[in-house]
């Protein structure tokens, strides 16, 4: 059985599913408004459901909080207040807490996000996408290319230091020229996170069922590429597969995921991950993803659909799925620290893409090459459990 060497960093992810309309690209669990949102009822589902989770967490401190979505913004502030406060209610927060709170540009009103701001709300995450007004019809965005711009404007003057925008490329139609533009907008307007991915048909979205044209594969690399280029000379490092940062700002919230920490995931939908000290045993689980029954099942305790142990054997795949997402990788050590196996358990592994110029080893570091990061599913893949 697992026996973790260090103690793990606990965080706690709040979905929050309702957004003004799905995007046909959106796999996440949201849900488009169709009449008045139950923010009470919600909050109050919410709080229940992490009193339910709150016998496996006694005694950790909270690293981060982020309420994601679905479009989190358009809770009034009085019950994001309510919920924050519930949540300190119930766990220790750092007096540093990283707060993140997922926007839309179509959602900004200059005085709400100045009182999001008031609640301690440190980090902002707008969904921008793109700031061209073709490429944001195409892919279903009800914002444009103004209202990109001005939401960042809107977030700034809020007191927004700590701001990240998502970009896609890769959109139907797009050329590199217009990737790169969007890219060089973003950092023109200087947040302090920039994360840029490509689209991908995911299935149970409309673009699953109705595919647009897509740039070809080598197109998407050069935009990749172009785009990495830009952020470089702008300022901002890759940590990540995805994700960009400027000194000192890369997401606290995002590396405990990467890096095998703990989040509780309370919300419709939202999954969890708990270790637990004395057993050795490493939970997942999810929740209820439809919202009316979330609400109902979450007020009697029961919000949990499943939960599952994670088996010795599979502790390795699940681990490297996170962490060697990390373009910088990771000491052997956390491998100890959060899946609680020693590190000769993967040497087998870990020699194998070694060998096939996949993974790199430094004295105790573990990095993926350029070609691993390229072919990053290959890579994880090597340390599946035999017969899987």
């Keep these: 059985m697992p026996q973790f060497t260090a103690p793990i960093p606990l965080s706690v992810y709040v979905h929050i599913p309702w957004c003004v309309r799905k995007c046909p690209y959106c796999d996440f669990n949201s849900h488009a408004i169709r009449e008045d949102l139950p923010e009470r009822r919600y909050v109050d589902a919410v709080l229940a459901d992490l009193e339910a989770e709150l016998p496996g967490v006694w005694g950790r401190r909270i690293e981060s909080v982020f309420i994601g979505g679905g479009t989190p913004s358009l809770f009034s502030p009085e019950m994001l207040d309510r919920l924050l406060s519930g949540i300190a209610q119930r766990l220790p927060l750092r007096p540093d807490t990283e707060i993140t709170l997922e926007a839309n540009p179509g959602t900004f009103e200059q005085g709400k996000f100045a009182e999001f701001r008031a609640l301690g709300i440190n980090r902002l995450s707008i969904g921008i996408q793109s700031f061209d007004d073709t490429m944001l019809e195409r892919i279903g965005r009800i914002h444009n290319g103004f209202e990109s711009r001005r939401a960042v404007e809107i977030a700034q003057a809020a007191g927004f230091d700590n701001l990240n925008l998502d970009l896609m490329f890769g959109l139907p139609g797009q050329t590199r020229a217009q990737a790169l533009a969007d890219v060089r907008q973003a950092v023109q307007a200087g947040p302090a996170h920039i994360s840029y991915y490509q689209l991908t048909l995911e299935p149970n979205t409309l673009f699953h069922v109705q595919p647009p044209v897509l740039p070809d594969d080598d197109a998407r690399w050069d935009m990749q590429e172009a785009g990495q280029e830009a952020l470089a000379a702008g300022g901002y490092t890759q940590y990540e597969v995805s994700a960009y940062a400027r000194p000192g700002r890369r997401c606290r919230h995002n590396l405990n995921y990467w890096e095998f920490g703990d ?108 070609l691993g990061r390229r072919f990053l599913n290959d890579l994880i893949e090597t340390f599946l459990p035999d017969g899987d």
Aim: overall charge neutral; proline content about 6%.
């Design 263 to 370: 989040y509780l995931g309370i919300g419709a939908g939202a999954h969890g991950k708990h270790s637990d000290a004395a057993t050795g045993a490493i939970m997942r689980y999810r929740k209820q993803k439809q919202p009316a029954a979330y609400m109902e099942t979450a007020a009697g305790g029961g919000a949990a659909l499943a939960r599952e142990t994670l088996a010795p054997a599979h502790l390795p795949f699940e681990f490297m799925l996170n962490a060697l997402r990390l373009t910088e990788g990771f000491e052997a050590r956390l491998f100890a620290e959060r899946a609680g196996l020693a590190p000769e358990t993967i040497a087998p592994q870990i020699d194998r893409a070694v060998a096939r110029e996949l993974l790199t080893r430094d004295g105790e570091s573990l990095r993926p090459t350029e």
